[in-house]
């Protein structure tokens, strides 16, 4: 929506300019006047469409009456229709050459849109008519220098100096910022400095008044999806097909770029719904399709490293991530997904070293500093008990599993089962296997295992003593009997 105050400024203008005619001129016209008055009340309303119709319908009841089109003309300026606005301005020289206000504004717009030689023949005739014209001279000013500076921005392009080139264009854009060709060389510096940004900002301002241009939207298109913006460079492809749907060069981008954001949208949904195994095995399907756009292909990779890690699987994840760190040496999250599946695997010196070198890159990064205090905690518990060796189950096993080597250990090291001083080596087993059913079974003494704290250490609580907390494997009732079974 354009604000209103532009609308109330050009009006403002507008009512200056007319003022200046001689009221005679004015062909009286109680019809056309009464749609202008309704246009204006519209207008402050911020109706611009319905507006519009009425100064269309003044300028149906007198179509030879130059004022009723610069009044639209104007109107058209005000709401940002420049091509509306440029047609009716030429009616009204045509029914008027001497109109002064009406040249001037054409003059600026032409101006606008790099078209000097048109623009350059408009503030000459206002300047015949009125040397002093202040809009006019100051526009028939500026057109040499600007035609001076546009061969410098061309040169500088074609000798490749492309920074200095930006420079050049940048300024002439201020005076010509319309003008599409200047704006698609800056694009395509832009591009070639690796501005992608930049350079898609510069391409949609033209497509806002090219609006057709195929070849536009595949540039869009493919400079979304270099920067990773699958979703945006689908949405700029679909504008190409929506004027051609047979443009062989946007339909083949399209079909691609469909089946990569198909892949990344399924990785996503998976990682949302913390199935990690489906997730890597989406990332190594999809890894084949990208090997040039290093975006896209780093994003895939990112996806699988993660993946891997948080599904335990410690190889594959470590190989992924420095996969990842191949395209990207100073990527974080690469290095704390890395430090995670060594510390699957208990090598809490690598993981140490990755969370290490993720700090020396970013040293607020919360998320290294927890991960590197959790690292050093686990290796020094490392040296004490370990729940997941005493039971022999993997750092991921699920509780049916930790209830099933417990068992089978417990029915194995059950004290009755022993005489003599073996009994008292039974006893001390049993009860480290009683410790870590009682911990890896219970999600929060679980949780605190895992970030390095051991529950049951003494040194940090009360400590684990299963004759303190009304469990005594060898008291009466004991489930642990030569005839026993295990909840």
Same mark, same amino acid.
Request: charged fraction near 30%.
């Given at each position: 929506?354009?604000?209103?105050?532009?609308?109330?400024?050009?009006?403002?203008?507008?009512?200056?300019?007319?003022?200046?005619?001689?009221?005679?001129?004015?062909?009286?016209?109680?019809?056309?006047?009464?749609?202008?008055?309704?246009?204006?009340?519209?207008?402050?309303?911020?109706?611009?469409?319905?507006?519009?119709?009425?100064?269309?319908?003044?300028?149906?009841?007198?179509?030879?009456?130059?004022?009723?089109?610069?009044?639209?003309?104007?109107?058209?300026?005000?709401?940002?229709?420049?091509?509306?606005?440029?047609?009716?301005?030429?009616?009204?020289?045509?029914?008027?050459?001497?109109?002064?206000?009406?040249?001037?504004?054409?003059?600026?717009?032409?101006?606008?849109?790099?078209?000097?030689?048109?623009?350059?023949?408009?503030?000459?005739?206002?300047?015949?008519?009125?040397?002093?014209?202040?809009?006019?001279?100051?526009?028939?000013?500026?057109?040499?220098?600007?035609?001076?500076?546009?061969?410098?921005?061309?040169?500088?392009?074609?000798?490749?100096?492309?920074?200095?080139?930006?420079?050049?264009?940048?300024?002439?854009?201020?005076?010509?910022?319309?003008?599409?060709?200047?704006?698609?060389?800056?694009?395509?510096?832009?591009?070639?400095?690796?501005?992608?940004?930049?350079?898609?900002?510069?391409?949609?301002?033209?497509?806002?008044?090219?609006?057709?241009?195929?070849?536009?939207?595949?540039?869009?298109?493919?400079?979304?999806?270099?920067?990773?913006?699958?979703?945006?460079?689908?949405?700029?492809?679909?504008?190409?097909?929506?004027?051609?749907?047979?443009?062989?060069?946007?339909?083949?981008?399209?079909?691609?770029?469909?089946?990569?954001?198909?892949?990344?949208?399924?990785?996503?949904?998976?990682?949302?719904?913390?199935?990690?195994?489906?997730?890597?095995?989406?990332?190594?399907?999809?890894?084949?399709?990208?090997?040039?756009? +290093?975006?896209?292909?780093?994003?895939?990779?990112?996806?699988?490293?993660?993946?891997?890690?948080?599904?335990?699987?410690?190889?594959?994840?470590?190989?992924?991530?420095?996969?990842?760190?191949?395209?990207?040496?100073?990527?974080?999250?690469?290095?704390?997904?890395?430090?995670?599946?060594?510390?699957?695997?208990?090598?809490?010196?690598?993981?140490?070293?990755?969370?290490?070198?993720?700090?020396?890159?970013?040293?607020?990064?919360?998320?290294?500093?927890?991960?590197?205090?959790?690292?050093?905690?686990?290796?020094?518990?490392?040296?004490?008990?370990?729940?997941?060796?005493?039971?022999?189950?993997?750092?991921?096993?699920?509780?049916?599993?930790?209830?099933?080597?417990?068992?089978?250990?417990?029915?194995?090291?059950?004290?009755?089962?022993?005489?003599?001083?073996?009994?008292?080596?039974?006893?001390?087993?049993?009860?480290?296997?009683?410790?870590?059913?009682?911990?890896?079974?219970?999600?929060?003494?679980?949780?605190?295992?895992?970030?390095?704290?051991?529950?049951?250490?003494?040194?940090?609580?009360?400590? +684990?003593?299963?004759?303190?907390?009304?469990?005594?494997?060898?008291?009466?009732?004991?489930?642990?009997?030569?005839?026993?079974?295990?909840?």
């Amino acid at each position: 929506m354009v604000p209103s105050f532009r609308i109330l400024i050009s009006l403002i203008y507008l009512v200056k300019e007319i003022a200046d005619v001689k009221c005679d001129e004015w062909l009286h016209n109680p019809e056309v006047d009464r749609h202008l008055q309704l246009g204006r009340e519209l207008l402050a309303q911020g109706m611009y469409d319905d507006a519009l119709s009425h100064y269309h319908a003044a300028v149906d009841a007198d179509p030879y009456n130059y004022l009723t089109y610069y009044t639209r003309a104007t109107v058209y300026l005000a709401i940002g229709k420049v091509v509306s606005a440029l047609k009716d301005l030429t009616k009204v020289i045509e029914l008027k050459p001497d109109f002064s206000a009406a040249r001037v504004q054409r003059g600026n717009l032409l101006l606008k849109q790099g078209k000097l030689d048109e623009a350059h023949i408009d503030f000459e005739n206002v300047l015949r008519i009125d040397p002093m014209n202040a809009d006019a001279n100051h526009g028939y000013g500026i057109i040499e220098p600007l035609r001076r500076n546009m061969q410098v921005a061309y040169e500088m392009v074609y000798d490749r100096n492309y920074h200095e080139a930006i420079a050049v264009l940048t300024q002439l854009l201020q005076d010509v910022p319309w003008d599409t060709k200047l704006r698609a060389m800056r694009a395509e510096c832009h591009e070639m400095v690796g501005d992608l940004m930049s350079s898609i900002s510069d391409l949609r301002q033209i497509l806002k008044s090219q609006t057709e241009n195929q070849l536009r939207y595949l540039k869009l298109s493919e400079l979304y999806y270099e920067i990773g913006e699958t979703e945006e460079a689908l949405n700029a492809i679909r504008e190409c097909l929506r004027y051609d749907p047979d443009h062989k060069g946007c339909f083949a981008h399209y079909k691609h770029i469909k089946k990569i954001a198909g892949h990344l949208k399924a990785i996503q949904n998976f990682i949302n719904e913390g199935n990690y195994i489906d997730c890597a095995a989406r990332a190594e399907n999809a890894l084949p399709l990208e090997a040039k756009v +290093f975006y896209i292909k780093h994003l895939i990779t990112s996806k699988q490293c993660f993946c891997l890690s948080k599904a335990g699987k410690a190889t594959e994840a470590i190989k992924a991530c420095d996969a990842v760190l191949e395209l990207k040496s100073d990527d974080i999250d690469a290095l704390c997904d890395k430090a995670e599946a060594y510390i699957s695997i208990e090598n809490y010196g690598e993981a140490i070293h990755a969370y290490q070198k993720a700090i020396s890159i970013d040293e607020h990064s919360q998320k290294a500093h927890d991960g590197l205090r959790r690292a050093q905690k686990l290796e020094k518990q490392s040296k004490k008990r370990n729940y997941y060796n005493i039971l022999g189950v993997k750092r991921n096993a699920g509780k049916r599993e930790i209830l099933k080597a417990y068992r089978k250990l417990a029915s194995k090291w059950h004290p009755d089962n022993f005489q003599g001083d073996e009994k008292s080596v039974a006893e001390k087993k049993f009860i480290d296997i009683a410790a870590a059913k009682e911990v890896l079974t219970d999600p929060e003494k679980r949780q605190k295992f895992d970030n390095g704290e051991d529950p049951l250490d003494p040194e940090s609580q009360q400590g +684990f003593n299963p004759f303190q907390q009304g469990f005594n494997p060898f008291e009466r009732g004991s489930p642990f009997t030569f005839k026993f079974h295990f909840s």
